[in-house]
Structures are given as structure tokens and as C-alpha cells.
């Protein structure tokens, strides 16, 4: 069985631009999370979707946001980038919502100049 | 919001010996979780808890889930050089009506001698 793949999985960017990134969970889970990392605030939630529906969501500004398709397939999008965007994104999978037992993904690598 | 304090922040230690590292909280959480995570690659799951005092090993790791359900610890034993990484805490709190907060730790960095 495939694992979770996160595409692509380094990115730069300029402030002020937009970025979509997008994460193919395990067959069969219908649940994707986010995860923002770095160095300093070290991992962090942003939301979590189960089929096609946000059901949680982290402290994050409104430029972060999500979607989900019917696939199970998820986007991260992130616009008017800043500085402090520059992390790496993790996705993770799970056959629910909220399940502790969550596959992640390699992550995409995000720098922002 | 709620936060995790783990320590240490990074540990060098010799192969053989045994390894812990804890986290605590003023928080209370539902289950606890620890996670290895290896250079480029995502974390992965290494032991949940998800009652007050129990006590859960996988392999030579063991892990606890604190009394007041505020603190964790993972212990590891006769560390190997495989056992190299970071290793996270994370809480995972029910707030009803099916939300939740998951919160992680800032990071154990364990390097092993050989």
C-alpha cells in the first residue's frame, strides 16, 4: 500500500505570492491534516479535513486554507506569503476524525525570500 | 492556547545506555502520543496512551501516561544507533461535539555515540 505523498516537495517562493500545495492520502482514509514546522514553534496543527468537510481547525490567519476533494485528496493553499511562511508542511493520514493513528507524509519544503 | 513543555531539548548519550525524555503540560489531554521523526521524512507513531497511569512498551521503548493526565514520559532502552532522530510528544484533547486540540512538543534531538 502506497503511503502518503506530498507534492512537490521543495518549493520557493517570493513574499506576497501564493502557494498551493497538495497531499494524496493512504487508499482508503478520508481524513487529511496539515501540519506547519519550524524550527522555532516547532510543529503545529493547522486543520484537518474528512470527507470534503474542515472538522477541526488550529490558531492559524485566514491566508492558510484548505480543501478537500471527493478522492480524499487534499490542497493547502497559503496566499500573500510572508517570511515567516517558510517551514515544512506535513501532511497525515487517517481512516477518521481525529484518529491518533496518523500516517505523515515527507512534507513540502517551503522557502520564502 | 495549550502548550507542551518537553526537555530536554537534545541529548547525546552512548550506545547501550537508556534514554528518557519527558513532557509536561498544565493542561489535561485525553491521549498522549510520542513520535520519532528522521531527517526528511515525516514522523511516525510510536506509542499512544490513552488512560491515566497506563503504562505501554513497544520494543524497547516505554512510555506513561501521567496520573493527572498532565505530563508523559518515553523511555528508551539500550539505545542503539538506529534510534538517532527527534522525538515528539504531542496532546490530544476532546473538546465535544467531535473537535479537538493536538498539540506537540518542540522536540527531543537524540544522538547516539557508538
Not at chain 2, 84 to 107: D, E, M, P
Amino acid at each position: 500500500k502506497a503511503g502518503v505523498t506530498q507534492t512537490p516537495r521543495y518549493l520557493i517562493k517570493t513574499r506576497g505570492q501564493q502557494v498551493t500545495l497538495s497531499c494524496s492520502p493512504i487508499s482508503g482514509h478520508r481524513s487529511v491534516s496539515w501540519y506547519q514546522q519550524t524550527p522555532g514553534q516547532g510543529l503545529q496543527f493547522l486543520f484537518e479535513y474528512f470527507s470534503e468537510t474542515q472538522r477541526n481547525k488550529g490558531n492559524f490567519p485566514g491566508r492558510f486554507s484548505g480543501r478537500q476533494f471527493s478522492n480524499s485528496r487534499s490542497e493547502m493553499n497559503v496566499s500573500t506569503l510572508e517570511l515567516g511562511d517558510s517551514a515544512l508542511y506535513l501532511c497525515a493520514s487517517s481512516s477518521g476524525v481525529g484518529q491518533e493513528t496518523q500516517y505523515f507524509g515527507p512534507g513540502t519544503r517551503l522557502l520564502v525570500l | 492556547g495549550q502548550q507542551l513543555n518537553q526537555s530536554p531539548q537534545s541529548m547525546f548519550i552512548q550506545e547501550g545506555e537508556d534514554v528518557s525524555m519527558n513532557c509536561t503540560s498544565s493542561s489535561i489531554f485525553n491521549t498522549w502520543l510520542w513520535y520519532k521523526q528522521d531527517p526528511g521524512e515525516g514522523p511516525v507513531l510510536l506509542i499512544a496512551l490513552y488512560k491515566a497511569g497506563e503504562l505501554t512498551s513497544n520494543g524497547r521503548l516505554t512510555a506513561q501516561f501521567g496520573i493527572t493526565r498532565k505530563d508523559s514520559f518515553l523511555n528508551i532502552s539500550a539505545s542503539i544507533p538506529s534510534d538517532v532522530g527527534i522525538y515528539f510528544c504531542a496532546g490530544l484533547a476532546w473538546s465535544g461535539a467531535g473537535s479537538y486540540q493536538l498539540t506537540f512538543g518542540k522536540g527531543t534531538k537524540l544522538s547516539v555515540i557508538p
